[in-house]
T-cell receptor
């Protein structure tokens, strides 16, 4: 069945450091891929998404490219800020869009 | 943007009691809402799909008599954990999608349930 494997945390970085959070997936069809972020005390929010191979999703300086050949959707940011401290979830959804499969979440702490 | 309100954010209860968690879409109507559960260090797992005006659809392995879902209106779905036990302690989160199409999914802030 479908599944998402996400890099375990927690991750602690200094401000302005480069961030990569790895995410790989297994899917029977052609899923859409997502990164969700959960800031402390808030709900999950969509950060970015990609709906087909080679698409790049980007938002707030974060990027992820849908790589079908490596079944990956790694999240990257060139220079993290303290305000990026949150838990990040990788997810996939099949064409119907109702069933989401999430990774375990990666907690990121950025220190000044 | 659209907001989904989930309440309570944290609940501690004694074993054997029932706990109700509410999920409200504040500025849109949601024909369908979803309930997820996350055990420590594990993935968010879909428990059930809540359909307004009809019975919820439960995922394999989720006991429908234990996790009662009611979706009585287009803006409210409730999850009741009946006769809770310590193994039900988990993080529960709901989500909702405006309308009936395949649009963006909005999540609540989650409920941390601890059963003593």
């Amino acid at each position: 069945g479908d599944s998402v494997t996400q890099m375990e945390g927690p991750v602690t970085l200094s401000e302005e450091a480069f961030l990569t959070i790895n995410c790989t997936y297994t899917a029977t069809g052609y899923p859409s891929l997502f990164w969700y972020v959960q800031y402390p005390g808030e709900g999950l929010q969509l950060l970015l998404k990609a709906t087909k191979a080679d698409d790049k999703g980007s938002n707030k300086g974060f990027e992820a490219t849908y790589r079908k050949e490596t079944t990956s959707f790694h999240l990257e940011k060139g220079s993290v800020q303290v305000s990026d401290s949150a838990v990040y979830f990788c997810a996939l959804s099949e064409v119907s869009g109702n069933q989401f499969y999430f990774g375990t979440g990666t907690s990121l702490t950025v220190i000044p | 943007g659209a907001v989904v309100s989930q309440h309570p954010s944290r609940v501690i209860c004694k074993s054997g009691t029932s706990v109700k968690i509410e999920c409200r879409s504040l500025d849109f109507q949601a024909t369908t809402m979803f309930w997820y559960r996350q055990f420590p260090k594990q993935s968010l797992m879909l428990m059930a799909t809540s359909n307004e005006g009809s019975k919820a659809t439960y995922e394999q392995g989720v006991e429908k008599d234990k996790f009662l879902i009611n979706h009585a209106s287009l803006t409210l779905s409730t999850l009741t954990v009946t006769s809770a036990h310590p193994e039900d302690s988990s993080f529960y989160i709901c989500s909702a999608r405006p309308g009936t199409g395949g649009g963006k999914l909005f999540f609540g802030s989650g409920t941390q349930l601890s059963v003593l």
